[in-house]
Antibody, heavy 123, light 105 residues
Framework: QVQLQESGPGLVKPSGTLSLTCAVSGGSISSSNWWSWVRQPPGKGLEWIGEIYHSGSTNYNPSLKSRVTISVDKSKNQFSLKLSSVTAADTAVYYC????????????????WGKGTTVTVSS | IQLTQSPSSLSASVGDRVTITCRASQGISSYLAWYQQKPGKAPKLLIYAASTLQSGVPSRFSGSGSGTDFTLTISSLQPEDFATYYCQQLNSYPTFGQGTRLEIK
């Protein structure tokens, strides 16, 4: 069973860049999964940020696309998130998740999630 | 695609049958999932493809619907079921409903 673990700074200054990494264990990042980032502001709902395939193909939330970069490092079996020009509105718990094909139709769904990491944007 | 869940919150007792609805702003076929989230924890996948129970999830959970209208039903509430539930569509870029908080009456 794949396991995911987020890591990165818990505090980022306004206008700076948020950088997080998700380490994949128990499986290969080169498998048939999409690797996603989702965030949850304090006391609020879930927001999908974007995803990457091991080939490097990406999809981003249109509302964040201009500030988001997701990359994959196959040698380290991990993927990363960069969010630029952050403000207090980007304060949230950030989750990485694996989107994998599930039977019977083998469409993709987010089945495995990391525990999440809290990022606060503050000076 | 926007998802609207109702109700936003719900009080119920152990043993009750509860239903949460999720309406999509446009048709999404059956490309819908339901998650359970407990405080301080990551979401847990319960139902996908609108009605398929994820492995290991108790059979008291069920899902139905297609197109724009979907439901999550818990047939007999257990103490561990009190949590927040989210629907999610994956027909286009993924979006989530605003959540339904299920509380103990």
């Amino acid at each position: 069973q794949v396991q995911l673990q987020e890591s990165g700074p818990g505090l980022v200054k306004p206008s700076g860049t948020l950088s997080l990494t998700c380490a994949v264990s128990g499986g290969s990042i080169s498998s048939s999964n999409w690797w996603s980032w989702v965030r949850q502001p304090p006391g609020k709902g879930l927001e999908w940020i974007g995803e990457i395939y091991h080939s490097g193909s990406t999809n981003y939330n249109p509302s964040l696309k201009s500030r988001v970069t997701i990359s994959v490092d196959k040698s380290k079996n991990q993927f990363s998130l960069k969010l630029s020009s952050v403000t207090a509105a980007d304060t949230a718990v950030y989750y990485c998740a694996s989107k994998l094909p599930l039977p019977p139709n083998y469409y993709y769904y987010m089945d495995v999630w990391g525990k999440g990491t809290t990022v606060t944007v503050s000076s | 695609i926007q998802l609207t869940q109702s109700p936003s919150s719900l009080s119920a007792s152990v043993g009750d049958r509860v239903t949460i609805t999720c309406r999509a702003s446009q048709g999404i076929s059956s490309y819908l999932a339901w998650y359970q989230q407990k405080p301080g924890k990551a979401p847990k996948l319960l139902i996908y493809a609108a009605s398929t129970l994820q492995s290991g999830v108790p059979s008291r959970f069920s899902g139905s619907g297609s197109g724009t209208d979907f439901t999550l039903t818990i047939s007999s509430l257990q103490p561990e079921d009190f949590a927040t539930y989210y629907c999610q569509q994956l027909n286009s870029y993924p979006t989530f409903g605003q959540g339904t908080r299920l509380e103990i009456k």
